[in-house]
């Protein structure tokens, strides 16, 4: 039997995954365990390994497609197996042999001496019958004309006729809306049985239209004289997948979500002393970030609202305080999170955090360290300019902590001036979870942890 | 028009009764003519207690003899009266053609309109009743094929009813097939006085992702369809046109227009029945808006089986309903 290999699902929701790039070609022999191909979901590129020796036939999608999630793309078949190839597929690949048929009369089989004479199976005979074929017509592939050989060639002439009627296969539905879009059914892939262009498939290419930069003007028009400006044309960015899932998640986020935001700022100076006595007592490295990660974590445990989310009209709290950390990598943005960062010691938080921004950087993260997030935090403050800033919140999460840097600002300490290391920072809330009051108690818990971290022992 | 406080609970069997016998009462030329339907009460007991209340004058009991007693029908409706024959199995309007198709149907406007004949053919289709090849058909495409007959084809008790009551006050001649194993089929029925209109089909489910168009009892099986599709996330839209002839094309059409996708079920033989000339009048008018082709489920083009196993794999199913559906909608 052949194995299969499918677009996995690698996460909730997920509808598609990109091909990036096979490892393996068509044709050649996998070992099991050995990465096939790279896939990118909504959260991670993964590779995909075979799950079994053999031979990678069929396959059906190229690098930078996008598939659905449970579509096979490959087959792994024994060597010693024939290759299960659609047959129209096989007639494309494979040279036809043209071989002379004998009809099983007794007459022409004993006229005709020639030894490469070939039969077709009775089978295949009933088929081509019933379908008016004429066998001698027919490639064979094997020693007799067999059944796949006749419904191969019935599929070649079908495929045959669609070319010369030049008509791209398409519902009557797909075609009407084509032409209210102004569309060309060309060059569109089709979803439908055959590749036939179903409805959604021309939604889909009037949406991807809709949201090239400038489009609709065109749609819109009319009539009206446009004055024309030259200008150069404007340089399309590719948005990647990665790029792509983040727009459609912070569109919802912020439609949906609604927004309010709680500034605060907090005196640093034992934060960073705690981290210079750290740095000298731990073997690992550990930055502001980690502790900052830590106050936090205490502070969530202490307000579990914050740890929350809005689930089909009501809150739920979230018996795990799983800390996402924001990472800006080559393709847009990515949120490891931190699993149980409320029991994690500093050491081992700043050794989780590092694994974890590695892995994110390279691109290589597995899915469990992607999801499950219950807050994040946006860390801004190795930009010297940025002094605070807003964040947009990561649902189903019901808060993101946007931090800026820490400056030094003149405080009035004890009735005198001075000098000292300030931290300001954005709370965004979900005004469904959290309201004003509870925000600010969480902020002030937060705050005054920073201000004197030995608090975390309180 | 009815509410919820006078709602009861009968059986089809026993929503025909009522409207017969209310009917009775109100129109003293109502009568009915047929075999076995007095004390017997007919093969199926549906109209059981009427020849007590009526009397044998108005509840006649013939010979084996359709074509006989069809053409009194004819007749009596043509000088006054409204009969209602009855055809014990609607196999047996074979021996009644002559007298439906080319009297009644035509009389009225062979007489430019002199004569009227206000009569109701009552009879059965249905199969998987273990009753063999001459009694299981279902043949209403027949007289749906014919101008001048009204087709009626009733899947619910409340349906039965009403359609029934105007079928007799119609002054056309009407052909009501119930489905023999609907009768003992319960559901919720006013008490007394309402008529369903003729050429309105009947929204039976509501739904967004495909239409599933059935009549008499493959509602019933589009139902139990739609109920399981609606749990793999498909929403099937259940459409009863109640009656073939007037047909209700609008609401086909307007729903296939909302689902871009349509199935129709009917009982009748595939070729040549029902679910073409439906498919085909969804197929015409949605045109634009069709996803897919519009696919049909009927009987099987053989003669009904007397295996029941045999049988019942001649009938559409909502197995078979199902699986089509998911095909349709790409779910497979």
């Known amino acids: 039997m052949p194995t299969e290999i499918f677009m996995p699902a690698l996460g909730m929701n997920q509808e598609f995954g990109k091909i990036v790039e096979w490892l393996a070609k068509e044709g050649q022999t996998v070992v099991k365990g050995q990465p096939v191909l790279v896939v990118e979901t909504d959260k991670a590129t993964v590779e995909l390994e075979a799950t079994t020796t053999g031979k990678l036939v069929n396959v059906t999608a190229r690098d930078g497609d996008d598939v659905p999630v449970g579509k096979v793309i490959a087959l792994i078949v024994n060597e010693a197996e024939a290759v299960p190839l659609p047959a129209a597929l096989a007639l494309e690949l494979e040279t036809p042999i043209s071989c002379a048929v004998a009809v099983q009369t007794p007459d022409s089989v004993s006229s005709s001496a020639a030894a490469n004479v070939k039969l077709a199976s009775p089978l295949a005979a009933r088929i081509a019958e019933e379908h008016r074929l004429d066998l001698s017509q027919v490639p064979c592939t094997g020693k007799r004309i067999q059944k796949e050989d006749v419904l191969a060639y019935l599929a070649k002439q079908e495929a045959a006729l669609q070319t010369q009627v030049g008509r791209k296969t398409a519902s009557p539905k797909a075609r009407r809306l084509a032409r209210e879009h102004n569309i060309d059914l060309h060059g569109l892939p089709g979803s439908g049985q055959g590749g036939a262009l179903l409805a959604e498939d021309i939604i889909k290419a009037v949406e991807a239209h809709a949201n090239q930069p400038g489009a609709g003007m065109a749609s819109t028009g009319a009539s009206l004289p446009v004055m024309q400006i030259p200008a150069a044309a404007p340089t399309e960015i590719p948005a990647n997948h990665m790029w792509q899932v983040m727009a459609r998640r912070m569109t919802e986020s912020w439609q949906t979500i609604p927004h309010f935001y709680l500034e605060a700022e907090a005196n640093a100076t034992r934060l960073k002393a705690w981290r210079t006595r750290l740095l000298d007592r731990l073997e690992e490295k550990v930055s502001l970030t980690d502790l900052l990660v830590k106050l936090v974590a205490v502070a969530l445990r202490r307000h579990p609202r914050i740890n929350a989310s809005w689930v089909d009209g009501a809150i739920q709290s979230n018996p795990e305080i799983n800390i996402g950390l924001a990472v800006a990598v080559d393709g847009g943005l990515m949120v490891p999170v931190i699993r149980n960062a409320d029991q994690l010691g500093i050491q081992a938080l700043g050794v989780k955090r590092k694994a974890l921004v590695t892995g994110a950087l390279a691109g290589r993260l597995p899915l469990t360290d992607l999801c499950g997030g219950t807050f994040t935090i946006s860390n801004l403050g190795k930009f010297p300019c940025i002094d605070n800033f807003t964040a947009i919140i990561n649902p189903p999460e019901a808060a993101i902590l946007a931090l800026g840097r820490i400056a030094d600002k003149v405080l009035a300490v004890d009735g005198e001036v001075m000098v000292q290391p300030v931290l300001r920072m954005t709370l965004s809330c979900d005004h469904r979870v959290i309201d004003g009051a509870r925000g600010a108690e969480f902020l002030q818990t937060l705050t005054e942890l920073i201000d004197d971290p030995l608090a975390i022992l309180e | ?332």
Not at chain 2, 312 to 320: F, K, L, R, Y
Not at chain 2, 322 to 328: G, H, R
Request: net charge negative; aromatic share 6%.
């Open chain 2, 1 to 332: 028009m009815s509410t919820l406080e006078n709602m009861r609970e009968i059986t089809f069997g026993k929503a025909v009764n009522e409207a017969i016998s209310e009917e009775m009462r109100r129109d003293p030329t109502v009568f009915m003519i047929g075999e076995d339907i007095a004390e017997a009460g007919t093969t199926f007991k549906v109209l059981k207690g009427l020849v007590e209340e009526f009397g044998p004058q108005r509840i006649i009991d013939t010979p084996i003899s359709e074509a006989g007693f069809a053409g009194i029908g004819v007749g009596a409706a043509m000088t006054g009266m409204r009969p209602i024959v009855d055809i014990m199995f609607g196999d047996f309007i074979t021996l009644t053609m002559d007298q439906m198709v080319n009297q009644a149907a035509k009389i009225h406007y062979m007489s430019g309109g002199t004569l009227k004949v206000p009569m109701v053919f009552r009879t059965t289709l249905g199969a998987t009743r273990r009753s063999g090849a001459q009694h299981s058909q279902s043949l209403h495409a027949w007289l749906c094929h014919v101008p001048g007959l009204k087709v009626v084809i009733p899947s619910t008790p409340y349906d039965a009813k009403g359609l029934m009551k105007s079928a007799i006050r119609d002054d056309n001649p009407v052909v009501i097939f119930e489905d023999k194993m609907l009768f003992q089929q319960k559901g919720l029925v006013p008490e007394g006085e309402y008529t369903l209109p003729f050429g309105v089909a009947d929204i039976k489910r509501a739904g967004t992702d495909i239409t599933l168009v059935g009549t008499s009892s493959m509602v019933q099986v589009a139902l139990e369809a739609a109920e399981i599709l609606s749990a793999l996330g498909i929403s099937a839209e259940v459409i009863d046109p109640r009656t073939l002839k007037p047909l209700d094309a609008e609401t086909l059409i307007k729903s296939a227009k909302k689902t871009s996708r349509a199935i129709v079920i009917d009982e009748g033989h595939l070729g040549y029945g029902v679910t073409a000339e439906l498919a085909s009048i969804i197929a015409d008018g949605a045109f634009y808006y069709l996803d897919a082709p519009v696919k049909r489920l009927g009987a099987m083009d053989v003669p009904v089986p007397f295996s029941p196993p045999l049988e019942d794999a001649t009938v559409p199913n909502s197995e078979q309903v199902i699986e089509l559906a998911k095909t349709l909608c790409g779910r497979v």
